[in-house]
């Protein structure tokens, strides 16, 4: 039974990474961007910056970034 947890952990793991590979905190977000962690919370709050809420935490995919820049590209928030 243990080596079937162990394996289940590995793969959570793996997927973990996988996931956070392709995201970065909202922080993150911003500094790509430009703009200070409180707007990009506030994008992402908005949906104008897509995220991912897991619990307490919010991630946004680095594609989110590419299409937020590509919308929003020459307008003023």
Do not use: H, W
Request: proline share 3%; aromatic share 6%.
């Amino acid at each position: 039974m243990s080596q079937v947890v162990e394996n289940l952990t590995e793969k959570v793991i793996e997927q973990k990474k996988k996931i956070e590979s392709l995201t970065c905190s909202p922080k993150e977000a911003g500094k790509i961007i430009g703009i200070g962690q409180g707007r990009a919370y506030q994008l992402c709050k908005s949906g104008a910056l897509r995220s991912i809420k897991i619990g307490n935490k919010i991630l946004v995919p680095y594609s989110a970034i590419d299409d937020f820049i590509n919308e929003y590209l020459g307008q003023e928030l």
